[in-house]
C-alpha cells in the first residue's frame, strides 16, 4: 500500500476555438494546477533468479486526482457552464496497473538490503465518467524506475519504496460522440492534443 501523486504531460492544440457562452475565438492553454496525494494498494508475487537478482510482478488499483487549470492566451477570464468553474477541471481515475519488474538488490548488511528496481506494464482504468469535460482513454502502458530498501524484521520484511513512472499512450479521449457533453464544455477537451501520466509513487511492501 502507499500514496501517490499524478500529474500530465499536457500538449495544448494550439488552434482558436469559439466558446459558445463569450462567442470569443480563443487560443486555450492548459496545465496541472492542483495535484493531490491518492491512494494504491496491491500485491506483491517475487521469484528470485539468482542471488542479488529478482523477477516481480506487483498488480494494483490506484486512485488519483488531477486538477486542470485553463487560460487564454489573451489573459481573459475562461467562461464555461454557469454554475460551474470554468477555469478549472478535476480529473478523476481509477487505474488497475499491471507492471513486471526486475529487482537489483545489493549485499545485505545487518538487518538492511537497499536496492534499485525497474520495469514496465500497462495499466487498464476502470472509472470513467463520460459527463465530465475531459474524458481518459482505458489503456495506457508505462515504463517505471526507483529504488527502494528491504529491512527485515523476525517475521517479516518492510520495503519502503520510491518509484517514478511515466506513461505513453495519449490519454485524452475525443469529443466525437459524447452526447453527455453541452456545447460549453467542448473546448476543455479541443484545447488538448495530448495527455500522459506521470506519477511519483511511495510504496510500503511487507512481505
Keep these: 500500500m ?10 495544448d492544440s494550439e488552434l482558436p476555438i469559439v466558446n459558445p457562452v463569450t462567442g470569443v475565438t480563443e487560443i ?10 491518492g491512494f494504491h494498494v496491491g500485491f506483491v ?7 542479488y537478482l529478482n523477477l516481480r510482478f506487483c498488480p494494483g488499483m490506484q486512485f488519483t486526482s488531477r486538477t486542470l487549470s485553463y487560460k487564454t492566451e489573451s489573459g481573459a477570464a475562461v467562461v464555461g457552464l454557469p454554475g460551474k468553474s470554468g477555469a478549472n477541471v478535476d480529473v ?3 487505474p488497475v496497473n499491471l507492471p513486471l519488474y ?8 545487518g538487518n538492511y538490503r537497499p536496492y534499485v528496481i525497474g520495469g514496465g506494464g500497462v495499466s487498464f482504468n476502470v472509472s470513467r465518467d463520460r459527463e465530465k469535460p ?44 459524447r452526447m453527455e457533453l453541452a456545447p460549453q464544455e467542448f473546448f476543455y477537451t479541443e484545447s488538448l492534443t495530448r495527455l ?12
Excluded at 508475487?45 to 542471488?51: A, I, P, V
Design 2 to 11: 502507499g500514496v501517490n501523486f499524478a500529474s500530465f504531460g499536457v500538449t
Design 28 to 37: 486555450y492553454h492548459a496545465r496541472v494546477s492542483s495535484i493531490l496525494p
Design 45 to 51: 508475487t517475487d521469484l528470485r533468479l539468482c542471488e
Design 92 to 94: 478523476l481515475a481509477m
Design 102 to 109: 526486475l529487482k537489483w538488490s545489493a549485499a545485505r548488511e
Design 134 to 177: 475531459v474524458l481518459l482513454n482505458t489503456m495506457d502502458y508505462f515504463c517505471e524506475v526507483g529504488f527502494g530498501c528491504d529491512l527485515y524484521f523476525r517475521w517479516f520484511k518492510f520495503c519502503p519504496e520510491i518509484t517514478y513512472r511515466i506513461g505513453f499512450a495519449n490519454q485524452l479521449a475525443p469529443t466525437d460522440g
Design 196 to 207: 500522459t501520466n506521470h506519477c511519483v509513487c511511495l510504496t510500503f511492501n511487507f512481505e
